[in-house]
């Protein structure tokens, strides 16, 4: 049930920011404190040091990120936290959101936002050879591209809504 509470807000989360056609980065209640921009790059393998770990061992380990609040029940909850970061040896950064799970404070998945220029051809080719052979689907309603691959027990889904993004989350 845990699980599917978690995906209902990231799903929640993406659907509303095609509805409203923002990026998540442009979200009112944003709390910028500080923001980390790295120098390593991110990998595949990296994957499992940040999904299901919490939320205080992502800021000891990167700092405070940009915090975004939703009000919920009267009650203001931690949604994600937003870093600047490297990913899959891009020369640009992502935007990298932290989805936070309101229950326990864990991470519980990635949004990754490519920049506008981003040729997505070109990204589906190079993120293949970190993440192997990929799986593209029919346009849907919202995007004119998916693609989706699976590594070691994760998901990597790639849409194209006139921006760039890709959704990390645990295979069920």
């Not at 190079?126 to 699976?150: F, I, M, N, Q, V």
Request: aromatic share 12%; proline share 2%; hydrophobic share 30%.
């Amino acid at each position: 049930m845990k699980k599917f509470i978690v995906l209902s807000i990231m799903l929640l989360i993406a659907f509303s920011t095609i509805l409203t056609g923002c990026n998540l980065n442009k979200k009112s209640n944003i709390t910028e404190k500080s923001e980390q921009i790295t120098e390593k790059s991110f990998l595949p393998e990296n994957v499992p040091n940040f999904i299901g770990k919490t939320y205080t061992a992502l800021k000891k380990e990167k700092g405070i990120g940009k915090e975004n609040y939703i009000e919920y029940n009267s009650k203001k909850q931690l949604s994600f936290v937003q870093y600047d970061e490297k990913w899959f040896e891009l020369d640009k950064n992502l935007k990298a959101s932290y989805l936070i799970s309101d229950d326990d404070k864990t991470i519980s998945g990635i949004i990754l936002e490519f920049p506008k220029e981003t040729n997505r051809n070109e990204l589906a080719k190079h993120l293949s050879k970190y993440l192997g052979e990929k799986r593209e689907y029919a346009s849907g309603e919202c995007s004119s591209y998916h693609a989706e691959w699976k590594k070691d027990g994760f998901i990597y889904s790639l849409e194209d809504f006139g921006y760039l993004e890709m959704y990390i989350n645990k295979d069920q």
